[in-house]
């Protein structure tokens, strides 16, 4: 049985780890795009080379990351990894990189603090409409 990556779930995981809503992948994909069809998308098994660029460029994630995530495959590497809690005697001590992480959370501060901005925006917008309604 051949198994295939699901390049729209692994969008979505992505998307879920650096905890960005479908409503804000829409917005940061542009004036044709929305909730709905983002959710669309991630149903998909494959994604168009030229969108699944795009996305990579909106989440600055590589687009190996979607082409090539199998969960399948991690698990079974994580459970072959690991025996009663502890890792096997494999003669070698496994090393993590931090670098990509630290860039998620500095990528993922970055949106926060734009999203703060739009909701000011829209609060001092809210506070001059209520004026303007007063005024009438």
């Known amino acids: 049985m051949e198994h295939t990556i699901h390049q729209g779930r692994n969008v979505k995981r992505f998307r879920e780890m650096l905890g ?7 917005l940061d994909l542009g004036d044709d795009w929305n909730q709905k069809k983002v959710s669309l998308l991630e149903q998909k098994e494959i994604i168009e080379d030229p969108l699944l660029k795009r996305i990579s460029e909106v989440l600055k994630i590589p687009v190996e990351a ?6 399948e495959q991690a698990v079974n590497i994580i459970s072959n990894t690991f025996d009663n809690g ?6 070698h001590t496994p090393t993590f990189n931090v670098n990509p992480i630290e860039e998620i ?18 609060d001092e917008m809210m506070v001059r409409l209520e004026r303007l309604i007063e005024r009438k």
């Open 20 to 26: 960005i809503k479908q409503e804000a992948l829409a």
């Open 86 to 91: 502890s890792f096997l005697n494999t003669g």
């Open 66 to 71: 979607f082409q090539n995530f199998d969960e």
């Open 105 to 122: 959370k500095k990528l993922h501060e970055e949106k926060m603090e734009l999203y703060e901005r739009m909701l000011k925006e829209k």
